[in-house]
């Protein structure tokens, strides 16, 4: 007697309900979630290979006759600020939930224009009803602005396609409220530890900064650039203590801050004694510093949760909601020494 071994049928993906309709499979994720950049005979195509295949007992099927997935995609980074991810995490998953929606990661390694189209497009696949984007968006890519076109989508650091929207403060203002607060103090020249220059919000701050110089006939001086991370900011911190004339100095970040801080006490100038620091973030951390950071606030909790009562309260406007910067004063800052 022979005996036979049955293999488990594997389950179609849409990448087969794509071959068998003779479209793309993001004209498929498109056709099942309803869009209306699809003609009526190519979703009639894709209905017919979904109901030909089976697929229908997948996630995206379940979207089709429901007309939700009640998920919610967003995208990180996987490095940059730990606390910025951490705490937009944990706003986007607890608004999510109250609201009840499921929360799908996509996180990517770099600032690549191809891992960010890969990671949209598992989104997209998986049918999420909207789209939180935590990371700058350096270049739009078509495919980019085809996804965030049909899903909503929310940016949280300023940049955006054409379809999204913005949520988050106006970066630039954060430069020139904390360099101005500075120059308030009666310093007569604020230096700047910048964050990655790929970063939209990096170089806002960036440009914020010398505007505010500029416009009190202040020539800037040449920036210095960290990571975001502690380790950077106290090796940039090194190399500012080793600049006598240096009194205050405009930090991109809390986290960079801290390393600069370090830095500065451990090289003989204290903080604000010696140098004045001035950062952005406010994270919780920030009041508990040695001494308690000046800091421009920005509540990325907050902010999570924020972005997805956009993506979800079915607001045509595109525009978004750009904030205002605020500054909370601590003890990191104060007049320069007199001499």
């Known amino acids: 007697?022979?005996?036979?071994?049955?293999?488990?049928?594997?389950?179609?993906?849409?990448?087969?309900?794509?071959?068998?309709?003779?479209?793309?499979?993001?004209?498929?994720?498109?056709?099942?979630?309803?869009?209306?950049?699809?003609?009526?005979?190519?979703?009639?195509?894709?209905?017919?290979?979904?109901?030909?295949?089976?697929?229908?007992?997948?996630?995206?099927?379940?979207?089709?006759?429901?007309?939700?997935?009640?998920?919610?995609?967003?995208?990180?980074?996987?490095?940059?600020?730990?606390?910025?991810?951490?705490?937009?995490?944990?706003?986007?998953?607890?608004?999510?939930?109250e609201a009840g929606y499921a929360v799908s990661i996509?996180?990517?390694?770099?600032?690549?224009?191809?891992?960010?189209?890969?990671?949209?497009?598992?989104?997209?696949d998986q049918g999420v009803d909207g789209i939180v984007i935590a990371v700058p968006l350096i270049s739009v890519t078509q495919k980019m602005e085809d996804i965030t076109r049909d899903i909503p989508t929310v940016t949280l650091d300023g940049s955006r396609t054409s379809g999204a929207r913005v949520l988050g403060i106006d970066q630039q203002q954060a430069g020139r409220v904390a360099?101005?607060?500075?120059?308030d103090l009666g310093h007569r020249q604020v230096w700047h530890l910048a964050g990655p220059d790929e970063w939209i919000e990096a170089r806002q701050r960036r440009q914020g900064w010398q505007e505010c110089l500029a416009a009190a006939g202040i020539e800037a001086p040449p920036p210095l650039e960290g990571d975001w991370s502690p380790d950077s900011g106290y090796r940039q911190g090194q190399i500012i203590a080793m600049i006598p004339e240096v009194t205050a100095v405009f930090v991109a970040s809390d986290e960079m801050a801290f390393g600069v801080v370090r830095a500065l006490g451990e090289r003989g100038r204290p903080v604000p004694g010696d140098v004045s620091i001035v950062s952005v973030d406010d994270i919780a951390l920030a009041a508990y510093c040695t001494p308690p950071l000046t800091t421009v606030r920005q509540d990325f909790y907050r902010s999570g949760a924020a972005a997805v009562r956009l993506l979800l309260d079915g607001a045509e406007d595109a525009g978004g909601h750009v904030e205002p910067a605020t500054l909370s004063v601590r003890a990191s800052t104060a007049p320069p020494r007199s001499k």
């Open 106 to 124: 996509a996180a990517i390694a770099e600032l690549d224009a191809a891992l960010m189209e890969r990671s949209l497009s598992k989104l997209a």
């Open 1 to 97: 007697m022979t005996g036979t071994t049955t293999r488990p049928v594997r389950q179609p993906s849409m990448a087969d309900v794509a071959r068998t309709a003779g479209v793309s499979a993001q004209t498929v994720s498109r056709a099942l979630r309803g869009s209306p950049n699809v003609n009526p005979e190519t979703k009639r195509r894709v209905l017919a290979a979904v109901e030909q295949l089976g697929y229908r007992f997948n996630n995206a099927a379940r979207v089709l006759s429901s007309g939700r997935s009640h998920t919610l995609g967003l995208v990180l980074l996987h490095s940059g600020g730990y606390y910025s991810r951490s705490a937009v995490t944990a706003g986007v998953e607890a608004a999510a939930g």
């Open 179 to 183: 360099t101005q607060h500075l120059l």
